[in-house]
C-alpha cells in the first residue's frame, strides 16, 4: 500500500509526465486533463474511497500506456483504503 507521502510523488511525477504528453500529441481527449485533475485533488485529500473507485473505473475508458496504468494502480490503492 502507498503512504500519503508516495501518493503525492507519483501523482506530481504523472502530473508533469502528461503535461508533456499532451503538448506533443494534441489528440489526447480533453477528459483525459478532467480525470487527471480529479487525481490530483484527490491525492490532496482529504481520503475518499468512493470517488477514488469512481475516478478508477473512470480511467477503463483511456489507454495511454505504462504512465497511465501506473496511475490507475495508484487509484486503486486508494480505493482499497479503509474509511
Same mark, same amino acid.
Given at each position: 500500500?502507498? $503512504?500519503?507521502?508516495? =501518493?503525492?510523488?507519483?501523482?506530481?511525477? +504523472?502530473?508533469?509526465?502528461? !503535461?508533456?504528453?499532451? @503538448? =506533443?500529441?494534441? /489528440?489526447?481527449?480533453?477528459?483525459?486533463?478532467? +480525470? #487527471?485533475?480529479?487525481?490530483?485533488?484527490?491525492? /490532496?485529500?482529504?481520503?475518499?474511497?468512493?470517488?477514488? $473507485?469512481? #475516478?478508477? !473505473?473512470?480511467?477503463?475508458?483511456?489507454? #495511454?500506456?505504462?504512465?497511465?496504468? /501506473?496511475? @490507475?494502480?495508484?487509484?486503486?490503492?486508494?480505493?482499497?483504503?479503509?474509511?
Amino acid at each position: 500500500m502507498l $503512504q500519503p507521502d508516495s =501518493v503525492r510523488s507519483v501523482a506530481t511525477r +504523472l502530473e508533469s509526465y502528461f !503535461d508533456w504528453y499532451v @503538448r =506533443v500529441d494534441p /489528440e489526447v481527449p480533453s477528459a483525459v486533463w478532467s +480525470l #487527471l485533475s480529479r487525481f490530483s485533488a484527490l491525492v /490532496e485529500g482529504p481520503s475518499n474511497v468512493a470517488a477514488a $473507485q469512481q #475516478l478508477l !473505473d473512470e480511467t477503463r475508458a483511456f489507454s #495511454l500506456g505504462s504512465p497511465w496504468e /501506473e496511475l @490507475r494502480l495508484t487509484l486503486s490503492q486508494l480505493a482499497a483504503q479503509p474509511a
